[in-house]
């Protein structure tokens, strides 16, 4: 990926940066014995997996709870997304700000080492789950515009045409904050997270 002036992979790291700043003040505390209480650990009993039907999404209950940030997840039905492993582990978001970081680090949050071959996200403003492989997603970073669980998320869409419409609304976004699932790496994930992140 390119690096230089305005390129997204550059625009991504100084997202990340800012993320750092402002939210490293907003982190939990560390437990007394140097952990992030905020953080799945299935070791000190908060395992937050579930068994998944793997090639399809599996139903949101009131009892699952996002292994990121400890939400009730059905609590955020506009937001919430859904990640599954290929060994049928798992793991319910309440946002897709939270499924970047599980998705970028799932053992860090008690996840599976196993593949993840299924991904589903809850489309910014139709409000419905959509294949998060199939989906691009706008990396919106202006909290002015964000009413979100956690602050500020990306923006799922099911299609470019659609994200790109967002995108042209607003002076401080462009094509380059429209990227896939594949792109998202534990850079991309830190301008949501980085305070839950390693």
Not at 120 to 145: C, K, P, S
């Amino acid at each position: 990926m390119m690096g230089s002036n305005g390129s997204p992979r550059s625009r991504r790291q100084l997202l990340a940066a800012l993320g750092v700043g402002v939210t490293g003040g907003l982190a939990g505390c560390s437990g007394d014995d140097g952990t992030d209480p905020n953080v799945a650990d299935p070791d000190r009993g908060f395992d937050f997996t579930v068994e998944h039907p793997v090639d399809e999404p599996k139903e949101f209950s009131d009892d699952q709870m996002c292994g990121v940030c400890s939400m009730t997840v059905t609590d955020y039905p506009e937001r919430n997304c859904q990640v599954a492993h290929e060994d049928g582990v798992g793991m319910m978001c309440c946002s897709p700000g939270c499924m970047f970081a599980y998705y970028a680090e799932p053992t860090h949050f008690g996840g599976s080492e196993a593949e993840i071959v299924g991904v589903w996200v809850t489309e910014f403003e139709m409000q419905r789950l959509i294949d998060g492989y199939d989906a691009v997603y706008v990396l919106e970073h202006n909290e002015q515009r964000a009413d979100d669980p956690m602050r500020i998320d990306p923006r799922p869409y099911d299609d470019r045409s659609t994200a790109l419409e967002y995108v042209e609304r607003y002076d401080d976004l462009d094509e380059d904050d429209i990227i896939t699932l594949s792109d998202v790496d534990t850079d991309t994930a830190r301008i949501y997270r980085s305070a839950r992140l390693p």
